[in-house]
């Protein structure tokens, strides 16, 4: 929390080697002195307030320049507002001890003649995120042994040249080209990364597939693709990285079923953040992958002390719809854990094993064209944070369960054929009318429709993960009803010659007759009656 401006008398030691003022709050430009001090080897003034031109090159008396401090070897500039333009050439030819280079946000251009200049071989870390980086360098070619590539956030165009494969050959640990403007496809020349830990090329105009390559890079923690142009089916055969905790693939092109990889026992069993949303995957809602997301259920905090999601030294920053809004985490707890399914063609029953997943945050399962009812088993994922059913064709009552969940800070159950009334207890008495909204048959607070005293009819307990769920239950109300208006012993005859023979057409279209007739003679009482 040191503030102020960086005195003067600090950088005239003459046998000062290292400076590390980061995180703090000073402001103002760098001393003078600081350029005369040949002895530096480490500088880092990261996450200030500091501003000022400062350049490589000696452009006169006054300028602020780096070329003569040729002892460096560690320069962390990044989070602050400086001025100046790099010429990254002249900088790497000049400072031959140079292995860690970090600019990342620092206000500072970069420009370079891409000609393959020599670069120290112990080159290790190079963040040059929002530095108006326009070409792919070829000077990064040279870098064999580089652990951290951080290209982000920049203006590069063009394709992701073909020897790519060549930089931090077997150490490299972090790539991260996003948020620029780079087409073509992603080369498949990953096989020597076996240290690859962070694989991040999201915000581009990539198209074509995901390389199989990477499925050789066992250690893999983050894969963010997200908002390209890829156009492939579900990459199963990623279950097999045993490291990997975020698959994002949004806003691409994606299409067809999530199957589940023959070959893979466990999928994903190390994975806290999945985000297909914004493709075109259809057919059921991928269950095997919920009963194996081990990662999801019953996490506990290690420490007191926070731990986030991180690639070699850096921490992963991501875009998350929470609450209906997008939220960019600079940094995510290792404990927050998501997924989002939203704006795809899913069908069918939403599984009652995704009640398993206790620890989830985020769920987000709307624009689809899910059926049935909301099971109940939702209510078991206590930790669960923003819940979004919203936008899908969900029948029956809302569950009571999820009145339960006292973690819920945003619930959209929106636009879908729910009936019945709103439950009136605990945390669903927090949530506005336009989480209801678009339910005709929606009853009870905060919705203006009443609901009326007549009690609605019975229904069975379970959740329905499927259509022979539900037709199970419809069949077996018609034997309880049976039962009821022709005698218990004959109703349990009718049901076991129903079950017995598969229900064949012309029993159920007696049964079906006679079910109508004793409707017809029951009252309303009925109801009241039967207890479920």
């Known amino acids: 929390m040191l503030s102020g401006t960086l005195p003067s008398s600090l950088f005239t030691l003459p046998s000062l080697e290292y400076i590390r003022l980061a995180k703090n709050k ?36 006054i300028s602020q320049t780096f070329q003569l401090l040729t002892n460096l070897t560690y320069i962390d500039l990044s989070s602050n507002s400086f ?15 140079l292995e860690t280079l970090i600019l990342a946000n620092s206000g500072v251009s970069v420009t370079t003649s891409n000609a393959n200049h020599y670069v120290n071989p112990k080159f290790g870390i190079l963040s040059l995120a929002s530095c108006n980086l326009k070409v792919f360098t070829v000077s990064f070619r040279a870098m064999t042994i580089l652990k951290h590539l951080d290209l982000s956030n920049n203006n590069i165009q063009g394709h992701i040249p073909e020897w790519v494969g060549e930089i931090g050959v077997e150490r490299l640990l ?3 080209l996003s948020n620029n403007s780079i087409t073509g496809t992603i080369p498949n020349v990953f096989e020597d990364w076996s240290g690859l830990e962070g694989f991040i090329l999201n915000g581009n105009q990539l198209e074509g597939k995901i ?25 199963s055969w990623l279950g097999d990285l045993p490291k990997l905790q975020a698959l994002v693939l949004r806003s691409n092109y994606f299409h067809g079923g999530i199957e589940a990889s023959s070959t893979v026992k466990s999928p994903f069993p190390a994975l806290r953040v999945l985000d297909l949303s914004n493709n075109g995957f259809v057919r059921q809602l991928p269950s095997k992958y919920f009963q194996n997301f081990n990662a999801m259920k019953n996490v506990v905090k290690r420490s007191q002390k ?28 290792i404990e927050y854990t998501v997924v989002d399914l939203s704006n795809n063609k899913f069908e069918g029953y939403i599984p009652s094993i995704i009640g398993n997943l206790n620890s989830l945050k985020v769920l987000n399962l709307s624009h689809n064209s899910l059926t049935g009812r909301i099971p ?5 994922i206590l930790e669960i944070e923003s819940l979004d059913l919203s936008w899908n064709k969900l029948t029956r009552e809302i569950p009571q369960t999820l009145a339960d969940l006292t973690f819920l800070g945003f619930l959209n159950l929106s636009q879908n054929d729910l009936v019945g009334p709103i439950p009136q207890r605990k945390q669903c008495n927090t949530f506005q009318g336009d989480s209801f909204e678009g339910n005709p048959k929606l009853c009870g607070l905060p919705l203006p429709k009443k609901c009326s ?16 769920d539900a037709e199970e239950s419809e069949f077996t109300w018609k034997v309880v009803m049976m039962g009821y208006g022709c005698g218990t012993l004959l109703g349990f005859v009718l ?31 009925i109801y009241n009656n039967i207890s479920l």
């Open 83 to 97: 001025r100046g333009d790099w010429d990254l050439d002249a900088l790497l030819s000049s400072l031959t001890n």
């Open 306 to 333: 926070p731990e986030y999601i991180q690639v070699g030294r850096m921490y992963y920053s991501i875009i998350v719809v929470v609450k209906g809004t997008d939220r960019d985490f600079k940094q995510i707890l």
């Open 453 to 468: 005293e007549r009690p609605q009819e019975p229904q069975l307990e379970g959740d329905g993960d499927g259509n022979g």
């Open 211 to 235: 390389p199989t390559s990477l499925n050789k890079c066992q250690n893999l923690r983050i894969i963010d693709l997200g908002n390209n142009h890829l156009n492939d089916t579900f990459p």
């Open 495 to 525: 049901g076991y010659l129903m079950l017995s023979t598969g229900k064949p057409k012309w029993f159920n279209a007696v049964a079906d007759a006679a079910e109508h007739m004793i409707l017809k003679r029951q009252n309303n009482s």
């Open 174 to 176: 972090v790539l991260d």
């Open 376 to 380: 109940q088993a939702l209510g078991k």
């Open 26 to 61: 000073f402001r103002g430009n760098i001393p003078l002195e600081l350029f005369s001090l040949h002895s530096l080897k480490g500088l880092s003034l990261a996450s200030n307030k500091l501003t000022g031109q400062i350049d490589v090159l000696d452009n006169g008396s």
